[in-house]
């Protein structure tokens, strides 16, 4: 008998001896990571595609999740909370969601299933496991009751036994794991972050080339040639490696993760691997948009920066561009840039606007208009001249501050001290046929001329912006880069001639 039992406990301990060596679960690190951040909301849900560690950042408690598992992030006064259907989690400082790798097999429990120190019932707990949980399987036995025992290791390191009743083991198929946020999967791992108040940053981890390929064909179609989506892997990547923050939208980069993912556009930047945009020895931070207009700006004037410290990033030709957005034409009325101003077009009338094109193309870095308030001028970067030109798409005003203004005055208005050139008469006080006043509050107006009475918009569309380009023009341009690539330029070269003075390289 007692051999019987000596025999038991060297199994059990030889047992537990390979498992050790066995184990394999490991935490994905990243040589260049990258943060990007999705979104920042009150509440939204997640689905885990494989296996990933949950780390609690008040505490450093350490979770495995079950693949396939879905899980609801909500902000409640300071904390972050996590429901995972059969548990919920809460923390003051966040969450990390780390992918874990080399794990062979894996528990599944079909309840709550308490983690034994051995494999019987009368073992002590170490620990109890939902069915969100997950842990390693690393062996199994069978005691002496007959009973099925499965020995695991769970996310803090703790090692024991689960009952069979309550266990399934699977085999863990998943060859890239991901996390899909709405309709769109993402390489990597994620923070869960309290950075805004009742709100939840969801930030993607993840290596830089990973991220790129989840870039490079939402920025340009994985369509165009090859060398054009080279030289935008390039560029891409420079940005991104001098950002302090990166999002997942034009404010940064456009970036869809796994799901979006071209072979095409990927080998692009498997080609690249590395490469970046350099100034004595220095990456630097590189700027793309869609189209020049035939010439790229000098940095300082669309950003009003000091052009002497960004002899990388000045006007250059454009020779082979061809796009859609090259030039354009944009009509408003004097009511619409009133209210882009700031007045009130009921009791304001414009007379006059005009433009300063100091830049070195032209490009417009302040307007002043002339009112019966007064005269107003705004003075700003690219954005804040084109945000006063509201239009419909485009992102909602002009598409660049490289443009003239042709100003139309329709209307001749009799006052008491002349003859007054305007825009408009909406709003305006006028004598009528019967000689009583009346204020013009209708869209159209009927005038008497000596052939007759005409009518015409009170407030026509009389102000036209006739402009180049997309974007603010400096760096790449990106239908340009595909001219270049048309026209038998490498990736390289395309790069070097948008960024003048700079060396492309590992």
Known sequence: MAKKVLLGVFLTLSLLWNADAANAASIKTYSNPVAVQLVDSSTSTLKLQSIYELTNKANNQKTYFLPGLNITITRSQSNVNIDAGSASFSSASGFELKEVYNVAQYARFTTTTDLKSGATSDYTTRKSLTKAETAEYIGSFVNNKGETWFNVQVADGTKGWVPAKTTLIDKNTVSLPTIAYGANAYRGGMSLLPKTAGKVAIVNNLDLEDYLKGVVPNEMPASWHKEALKAQAIVARSYAANSMSLKNTTASQVYKGYTSEDARSSQAVEETSGVMVKYNGKPIQTFFYSTSGGRTANVGDVWNSNQASFPYLISVDDPYENSPHSNWQNSFTSSMILKSFGLDPATTTLYDIKTN????????????????????????????????????????FLKSNWFTLDVNKEYTVQTASGQQSQLSVSGQQVMTGTNTTSTISSADVAIQTASGTITKEADPASITATGKGWGHRIGMSQYGAKGFAENNWKA???VKHYFPNTDVSK
């Open 357 to 396: 094109p100091s830049g070195a193309n032209g490009e417009i870095t302040s307007v002043t208009i002339s009112t019966s308030a007064g005269e107003k001028t705004v003075t700003g970067n690219e954005l804040t001249i084109r945000k006063l030109f509201p239009i419909e798409g485009s992102y909602g």
């Open 492 to 494: 390289v070269d395309i």
